[in-house]
């Protein structure tokens, strides 16, 4: 009985890890080998310099960096502006707060694919068409960051009262029992919330192909796009050197962190 | 405390007044960020969907239901929608039922599930464009799969290019993706369903088949709805996936509707006629989330 649960789990397994497998060994093939009949599970001849090229015909680093500093304002932004909102819409009473939430939530109706259209003419007339402020900006304050707003406002609304009534007691004001006592039990909401916004700005695609027009000024999904020949045909090796490149650091950083990040995951998705 | 010493004299910062300022300083960047960037422009896309607009021809009348009236001739729309019903629907349908079954694997006590949960989970974290140009790469005709089949003797179709395949190809490359998601989700809530209730149905003599259906389901039934919602509107979002895979083709058959939409807007310039297919989005968007929050309060059965 066992043994059949864990051949049928191998056998489901394998779409799920053999594109990976793929995507490395295809990275290090030269090109003659990559269509080989029949198909080699390990390359019969090494060619490490798909990884020079990729670098030779995309400024990579740079597009690189795009990607890693967009990602990291957007979680940081989302993190703060998030909780924030998050906190005043379950702590605190003020005049309105029920239907603020409302117009908020609004946000969750409206993904960024509906706006597109005004978002570029509004970006292009604030002159930032191929900046990255659009890729901060729309992904900070749309619908990604309401449902950052939502999930961080259910985990405060279940926290116990008592501990802030005892800091009020005290004379803190509401900035810092945020800042001192609410938030840091609010980590593990915090890390699901970082988990996928910065899952989400980095497989940003739609709105880089919008609005951005130059190679330098490439986030990573774009640019992986761009390894074809002269007559348009992918440099497959090339293109899978670049995808290993793209994929692996989230991949080990997954795999060292994966309970934190599955457990924070499941434990926040669930109190929708 | 300044109001218990001097209870006659009430300073003019009560604590409400405090909590007031509070409460609109914390949500501010939010509330603004959200109505200038979200809510702003959804009231845009409705003004310029009254309008002709060339980018082009630098163009810009208003031209009242005009657009809604190409909407309802336009002859490639059915088949859009075909196309957009088509993926929602199968991977739907799909991306539930392989995530409710490895969650049910992964609930059983085995040495070294967690492995087998982190592989199933992984493709999640891998980039979106990265994993969909590799299995662009498997899926060539000349490619992984193909060469594979061969080797067992079956000469397989060019999976991007005719049309039924294209659309297979699209769905399941989505669903190795992101089954995951859905999966974690069920095999917690899988974890939260009282151990009691089994052992009184085994008392019983209830098949597994039976605890499956009449304990396992109803007591997740929150979940499953709740992902259904995401699963299904996350599916109205797509477009790297066909703009890598298949752009849209052969023909118009994986031409879903964000994909159509961009190519009007922003391949043929079309903003007005783009922004009156943003408009019908937006629509089905909100459609599909009212009517399953209102199931959610027919059919659930539990609710903690």
């Known amino acids: ?272 | 405390m300044t109001t218990a010493t001097t209870p006659r004299k009430r300073p003019f910062w009560t604590i409400e007044r405090r909590d007031a300022i509070a409460g609109y300083t914390f949500v501010a960047p939010q509330l603004i960020g959200t109505v200038v960037f979200v809510l702003i422009p959804l009231g845009l896309v409705f003004w310029y969907s009254l309008h002709e607009w060339n980018v082009l021809a630098n163009s810009f009348n208003f031209v009242g239901d005009a657009n809604y009236q190409l909407l309802l001739r336009d002859p490639q729309l059915p088949r859009v929608l075909t196309a957009s019903a088509i993926f929602s629907a199968g991977l739907a349908v799909l991306n539930m039922s392989l995530a409710l079954l490895l969650a049910v694997l992964l609930d059983q006590k085995l040495r070294g599930i967690v492995v087998f949960r982190t592989l199933f989970f992984s493709p999640v974290v891998v980039s979106l464009v990265a994993w969909t140009i590799v299995w662009s790469f498997l899926l060539q005709n000349n490619g992984g799969i193909n060469g594979f089949l061969q080797m067992i003797g079956i000469q397989g179709p060019n999976w991007l290019r005719e049309p039924g395949t294209a659309m297979v190809s699209v769905i399941v490359v989505q669903v190795f993706k992101n089954v995951g998601l859905n999966m974690i989700l069920f095999l917690a809530a899988l974890q939260g369903v009282p151990k009691e209730l089994y052992e009184a149905a085994r008392v019983d003599g209830a098949s597994a088949w039976k605890q499956f259906r009449r304990i396992t389901v109803p007591m997740i039934s929150p979940t499953i709805l709740l992902t259904s919602i995401i699963t299904i509107v996350g599916s109205l979002q797509v477009f790297a996936q066909i703009a890598v895979l298949t752009q849209g083709g052969p023909g118009v058959s994986t031409t879903v509707l964000v994909y159509y939409l961009y190519q009007q807007a922003f391949q043929f310039h079309y903003f007005g006629y783009g922004s009156t297919l943003s408009i019908l989005l937006f629509l089905i968007v909100a459609v599909l989330t009212f009517v399953q929050w209102q199931l959610r309060k027919r059919i659930v059965f539990y609710e903690n």
């Open chain 1, 1 to 272: 009985m066992q043994i059949a649960l864990y051949g049928l789990m191998c056998v489901l397994l394998i779409p799920f890890v053999f594109p990976t497998w793929w995507m490395l060994t295809s990275s290090v093939k030269p090109i003659s080998d990559i269509f080989a009949f029949p198909p080699d599970l390990w390359p019969r001849r090494f060619d490490w310099t798909t990884y020079a090229k990729v670098f030779e015909l995309q400024p990579f680093g740079q597009q690189y960096w795009n990607s890693a500093y967009i990602a990291a304002i957007v979680t940081a932004g989302t993190m703060i502006f998030s909780s924030m909102a998050g906190y005043a819409f379950a702590r605190i009473k003020f005049p309105g707060s029920n239907f603020l939430f409302t117009v908020v939530l609004l946000g969750l109706l409206i993904p960024s694919e509906v706006t597109i259209v005004p978002l570029f003419q509004m970006f292009l007339g604030w002159g930032m068409i191929n900046t990255h402020w659009p890729l901060i900006l729309v992904p900070i304050f749309g619908a990604p960051s309401v449902f950052a707003t939502f999930v961080m406002r259910q985990f405060f609304i279940a926290l116990p009262g008592e501990l802030e009534e005892a800091a009020r007691v005290d004379g803190l004001g509401r900035f810092k029992i945020f800042w001192i006592i609410a938030l840091p039990l609010a980590k593990p909401a915090l890390g699901a919330v970082a988990i996928f916004t910065f899952l989400h700005s980095w497989n940003l695609y739609l709105e880089p192909i919008v609005f951005i027009s130059s190679r330098n000024m490439f986030t990573l999904p774009q640019a992986l796009t761009q390894f074809t020949d002269a007559y348009g045909g992918a440099m497959w090796n090339i293109q899978m050197a670049a995808a290993t490149m793209t994929a692996l650091p989230v991949l080990a950083v997954f795999i060292i962190a994966q309970k934190q990040f599955v457990e924070g995951l499941a434990h926040t998705g669930l109190k929708g």
